[in-house]
């Protein structure tokens, strides 16, 4: 299985003759580039044009990150697995107003069913789960627009989150979701973990014939890949956010993990490397696959959800989101 690589310190990718490097002022580690898809850089990394050449050989993406540990941008080499026909198809269901209702609507009932996925678990949340169900049952059929669909997952999100104050630590007290900035640790927890799971999937999709940019729940639009926002929407509660309460829960992340700065918070480089690593296990562990009776990573359900997708656009059969059985 192709691996990623979290660089959460300060130094240099160099190549030297058919090796690539990553250097501090202590250390001279060698990067294993052939089993590498992709990159994170957290940490200030410089790196030349000969490193970037040698990266995009092997379609490495890199994933940049700001000072507070949030996405600011992407490195992606020339795509090789490209299809024109699969593009203007995707585009054609963009067009239509119907195509576009239906795929929208599968991203927000998948996102809806693992919000409820992670409440039944909870003997505490039941009343928000019953809130959550009711607002879904009297919503879904009365929906017209695409804008009419994200007002509902909004206020389905927001008894969502919620219900976080029922079953997380105090110390985590969820008011309301903030996003530009989180002013508290576990707005913070949740912006970070977002933003992982975005650069995830964008890494996903590029290695498939799939047009980052054209999406369907959120507006296309400049300055991001829209699509990854949409299949974000399923994998944010089945992904991130078990991986949140686990890690509040099992006090494996505490306040000490956190910094603030002018009404800003976030995690500091402690706390980053231990959301990384058991964010990583979690996209490692597998499930059986029930219609390929075979293991398959929960990063591993990302790229067929983007199959499925393709599959979808050329007529070969009708997307039906991903709903964790397990």
């Given at each position: 299985?192709?691996?990623?690589?979290?660089?959460?310190?300060?130094?240099?990718?160099?190549?030297?003759?058919?090796?690539?490097y990553?250097?501090?002022?202590?250390?001279?580690?060698?990067?294993?580039?052939?089993?590498?898809?992709?990159?994170?850089?957290?940490?200030?990394?410089?790196l030349?044009?000969?490193?970037?050449?040698?990266?995009?050989?092997?379609?490495?993406?890199?994933?940049?990150?700001?000072?507070?540990g949030?996405?600011?941008?992407s490195?992606?080499?020339?795509?090789?697995?490209?299809?024109?026909?699969?593009?203007?198809?995707?585009?054609?269901?963009?067009?239509?107003?119907?195509?576009?209702?239906?795929?929208?609507?599968?991203?927000?009932?998948?996102?809806?069913?693992?919000?409820?996925?992670?409440?039944?678990?909870?003997?505490?949340?039941?009343?928000?789960?019953?809130?959550?169900?009711?607002?879904?049952?009297?919503?879904?059929?009365?929906?017209?627009?695409?804008?009419?669909?994200?007002?509902?997952?909004?206020?389905?999100?927001?008894?969502?989150?919620?219900?976080?104050n029922?079953?997380?630590?105090?110390?985590?007290?969820?008011?309301?979701?903030?996003?530009?900035?989180?002013?508290?640790?576990?707005?913070?927890?949740?912006?970070?973990?977002?933003?992982?799971?975005?650069?995830?999937?964008l890494?996903?999709?590029?290695?498939?014939?799939?047009?980052?940019?054209?999406?369907?729940?959120?507006?296309?639009?400049?300055k991001?890949?829209?699509?990854?926002?949409?299949?974000?929407?399923?994998?944010?509660?089945?992904?991130?956010?078990?991986?949140?309460?686990?890690?509040?829960?099992?006090?494996?992340?505490?306040?000490?993990?956190?910094d603030?700065?002018?009404?800003?918070?976030?995690?500091?480089?402690?706390?980053?490397?231990i959301?990384?690593?058991?964010?990583?296990?979690?996209?490692?562990?597998?499930?059986?696959?029930?219609?390929?009776?075979?293991?398959?990573?929960?990063?591993?359900?990302?790229?067929?959800?983007?199959?499925?997708?393709?599959?979808?656009?050329?007529?070969?059969?009708?997307?039906?989101?991903?709903?964790?059985?397990w």
């Amino acid at each position: 299985m192709q691996k990623t690589l979290y660089i959460n310190s300060n130094g240099r990718l160099r190549r030297k003759e058919n090796t690539l490097y990553f250097e501090t002022e202590t250390e001279k580690r060698a990067v294993d580039i052939e089993n590498i898809e992709q990159i994170h850089i957290f940490g200030e990394v410089d790196l030349n044009t000969r490193a970037l050449n040698y990266i995009s050989q092997y379609g490495i993406v890199l994933h940049f990150y700001n000072y507070y540990g949030f996405y600011a941008g992407s490195f992606m080499p020339r795509k090789k697995n490209v299809s024109g026909d699969v593009v203007v198809r995707q585009a054609l269901h963009y067009l239509d107003r119907d195509k576009r209702m239906f795929l929208a609507y599968c991203f927000v009932e998948s996102a809806v069913y693992h919000m409820m996925r992670n409440l039944r678990e909870r003997k505490e949340a039941e009343a928000f789960l019953n809130a959550i169900e009711d607002e879904w049952e009297n919503g879904r059929f009365n929906i017209s627009s695409i804008p009419e669909l994200m007002g509902l997952e909004g206020r389905v999100r927001n008894i969502y989150y919620s219900s976080f104050n029922q079953f997380l630590p105090e110390d985590f007290y969820m008011e309301r979701r903030e996003k530009r900035p989180p002013t508290n640790p576990i707005n913070a927890l949740i912006s970070f973990g977002n933003s992982l799971i975005y650069s995830t999937i964008l890494t996903e999709i590029y290695h498939t014939q799939l047009d980052p940019s054209i999406s369907f729940l959120h507006e296309p639009g400049e300055k991001r890949f829209s699509l990854s926002l949409d299949i974000s929407e399923i994998f944010k509660p089945l992904i991130v956010d078990s991986v949140i309460f686990k890690l509040l829960n099992n006090r494996q992340i505490t306040l000490e993990h956190f910094d603030e700065d002018l009404n800003y918070c976030y995690l500091n480089q402690e706390g980053r490397k231990i959301f990384i690593k058991e964010l990583q296990n979690k996209l490692e562990t597998t499930v059986r696959h029930r219609q390929l009776n075979r293991n398959v990573s929960y990063k591993g359900y990302i790229r067929l959800e983007c199959y499925k997708l393709i599959k979808h656009f050329i007529g070969d059969s009708v997307y039906s989101p991903l709903k964790a059985w397990w």
